[in-house]
């Protein structure tokens, strides 16, 4: 029978059908990040309002209800008939893509939501919305239902006289059917990220499920920051040893693009950590103005370093790796008509912003430096003492460099690569030890897992230079396996060999061990690896109860409880606890861990650059007293039960 295919097979989605069709279009996925995202939108809007002057206090709360309400005190969203569309304002932008103020520069200079598709999407996807507006003397209101308004919008007047917007959502589980709950630390260090880039505002975070907290009081959080980035520097700094205590600032406006730059370099971190925003929104995945930011640093410093005679005139340039390491840097653009890629905008594109970075941030640091020969000498004998050490790892490095993602013969030969030559399709276990190793090769499916097995720790990279990491045996087998290339590099998604980067490690204390040197490894070396989505972890059982003919397998101590006391009180079952992967079949392994169909993976997300970079500085380098710090603040939190001891 032939298939007809006429223009009645021609779907046309209107209003906010789209979205609803394909959030993930719209909000990146239906997952916990896109649950999140949707906040991000509304604040986004109201911080949009504070860079135009017109917002002072953005206030967040989580509702008891499972919903949340953000406010601000700006203009408030205009509630008069739009002339277009016949209705109001507010229910325009509320239920029209692409409806907004951002558009013909009247109302906002620079934005972030530049796209207006974020509180319609938001309210695509709740199950209902309540927007009030205050504006003109009067309180507006409106709910709406799955993006549909189900009430006119009403006014009436106010009893006091403010402006602004408060909009409250709950998400519709239909569409977020992972998970509808809010987490408390994401949205704080987004919260916390926004007032630092806006000096002066005030975001005000109250938790009020008091039932979640397990208390009669809720969580509050102000955030103010009069500092700015300069003061964001500081935070990420706080368990550092800065080379120099005053952090170098610029800030101001060339051809209407308002930069702000803030720089410290440390002498205990081996890797930069450059932290780029675009009208207040975090670019991940880099954009202009970083490679503005990167150019006009190697080239400066360069400069200095010859006329300083820091490097005669027959030495090689350093290079930005070299310049960056141990620097900590937050750049703040605000563009008036902003390039993004995507609706989740995680890279800027505007080419011109890059020659305004250069030029700009070129002409001050220099003077800047040249005012502070000191300050200048000691970044330049730090990078200096890095070009040094990459020099004593040369060799070691251009065997990495020759162990290309296309000369597999020179591939570690420890690795059990896959058949498949297609990245996308092909992933890769990272276990420990030769046992767990020979059981993840038998049961893999190896036309597309491949299998390296690690011998015991690796190297910690947070606490090691150059020549060190470059020497290092099992470092190398990564490096060459993975295809990642050199350190400080750019990172090329082309040259990797697996999409699916998975560490597979015992479920012990020792795995846990090795799974989080493994983290603090991909997170200096090659951050980009985990915030384009590549790094996964593996979740094996660490008990199977068999009763009769069932088996369960259990993941924790928890579990395991849960499991038992479903059995009758007289039932006969037995506990197998895995000391290790080795110990497991490899069939076991292939069902519980391996398959696509029924094993568990959790994807390695950054959700606040600088509590991560905060959190590998204490955990995992030198100094004991932080580290100490951070053990008797939480140990106290853990369930002593859960442990493996």
Same mark, same amino acid.
């Given at each position: ?105 009247? !109302? ?7 796209? +207006? ?27 709406? /239902? ?17 402006? +602004? ?26 919260? #916390? ?22 208390? !009669? ?13 300069? /003061? ?12 120099? /205590? ?30 780029? *925003?675009?009208? !207040? ?5 880099? +954009? ?31 290079? +930005? ?65 890095? *070009? ?25 030969? $420890?690795?059990?690569?896959? !058949? ?26 190896? #036309? *597309? ?12 990279? /947070? ?80 008990? $199977? ?12 101590? #928890? ?87």
């Amino acid at each position: 029978m032939r298939n007809s295919y006429s223009a009645n097979q021609i779907q046309v989605l209107e209003g906010l059908e789209p979205v609803r069709k394909r959030p993930s279009m719209y909000i990146g996925s239906t997952g916990i990040q896109g649950l999140h995202h949707l906040v991000y939108e509304l604040v986004d809007n109201s911080v949009d309002e504070a860079i135009a002057g017109y917002c002072k206090q953005i206030q967040v709360n989580l509702n008891p209800d499972g919903s949340v309400t953000v406010s601000d005190d700006g203009r408030g969203i205009p509630t008069d008939v739009h002339p277009r569309t016949g209705k109001s304002a507010l229910e325009t932008v509320m239920t029209v893509l692409h409806a907004g103020g951002k558009f013909g520069g009247g !109302s906002y200079k620079v934005s972030g939501g530049l796209h +207006g598709v974020g509180i319609s999407v938001v309210n695509a996807l709740s199950a209902w919305v309540e927007a009030t507006v205050w504006r003109d003397g009067y309180v507006y209101t409106q709910r709406f /239902e799955q993006g549909i308004p189900v009430t006119e919008l009403v006014g009436k007047p106010s009893s006091k006289p403010q402006t +602004g917007t408060s909009i409250s959502f709950q998400p519709d589980p239909k569409v977020f059917t992972i998970e509808t709950e809010f987490d408390y630390n994401t949205l704080a260090g987004r919260l #916390r990220e926004l007032a630092y880039l806006n000096a002066g505002v005030e975001i005000i975070f109250r938790d009020l499920r008091l039932d979640l907290l397990k208390s !009669s009081e809720p969580r509050v959080q102000n955030y103010r920051y009069d500092g700015g980035v300069k /003061e964001y520097i500081s935070y990420i700094n706080r368990d550092k040893k800065p080379l120099h /205590e005053e952090i170098i600032y610029v800030q101001g406006e060339w051809n209407s693009v308002q930069v702000e730059v803030a720089l410290q370099w440390c002498t205990d971190a081996y890797t930069d950590n450059l932290l780029g *925003f675009a009208n !207040s929104i975090r670019t991940i995945d880099g +954009g202009t103005h970083l490679e503005g930011l990167k150019a006009v640093l190697t080239r400066t410093l360069n400069t200095i370093a010859r006329k300083r005679n820091k490097l005669k005139e027959n030495d090689a340039k350093l290079v +930005g790796e070299n310049i960056r390491e141990g620097l900590t840097g937050v750049i703040s653009v605000k563009v008036p008509n902003p390039e993004f890629e995507g609706q989740t905008k995680t890279k800027l594109g505007n080419t011109e912003v890059r020659g305004i970075v250069d030029s700009f941030f070129g002409k001050i640091l220099t003077e800047y430096l040249e005012f502070r020969p000191s300050l200048a000498d000691a970044i330049l004998d730090k990078a200096i003492q890095a *070009f040094n050490a990459t020099e004593a790892a040369r060799r070691a490095r251009e065997l990495i460099r020759r162990k290309s993602v296309l000369e597999t013969s020179t591939l570690p030969g $420890k690795l059990a690569d896959c !058949s498949s030559r297609e990245p996308d399709k092909s992933e890769i276990f990272i276990v420990e030890g030769t046992s767990a190793g020979g059981t993840a090769k038998q049961g893999r499916d190896r #036309r *597309f897992q491949a299998i390296l097995p690690l011998r015991g720790k690796i190297l910690n990279i /947070e606490k090691t230079d150059d020549a060190k990491i470059y020497g290092n045996e099992e470092i190398q087998a990564l490096i060459a396996a993975l295809g990642l290339g050199i350190k400080g590099e750019e990172f090329d998604s082309s040259h990797l060999r697996y999409h699916r980067i998975i560490l597979l490690t015992d479920a012990d204390v020792d795995g846990a061990h090795i799974r989080t040197l493994l983290l603090t490894f991909f997170y200096r070396y090659q951050r980009s690896l985990i915030e384009q989505g590549y790094i996964y972890i593996g979740c094996p059982p660490l008990y $199977k109860v068999e009763r009769g003919r069932n088996h369960y397998y259990c993941y924790d101590n #928890r579990e395991r409880n849960q499991t038992i006391a479903q059995f009758p009180p007289n039932a006969n079952y037995t506990i197998q606890r895995f000391k290790g992967l080795g110990e497991m079949m490899p069939e076991q392994l292939w069902e519980t861990t391996m398959n696509p169909q029924s094993r568990t993976l959790k994807q390695v997300t950054i959700e606040d650059a600088a509590e991560a970079d905060q959190i590998f500085t204490i955990l995992m380098g030198d100094h004991v007293a932080p580290r100490r710090e951070f053990i008797k603040t939480y140990g106290s939190r853990l369930n002593l039960a859960d442990l493996d001891t």
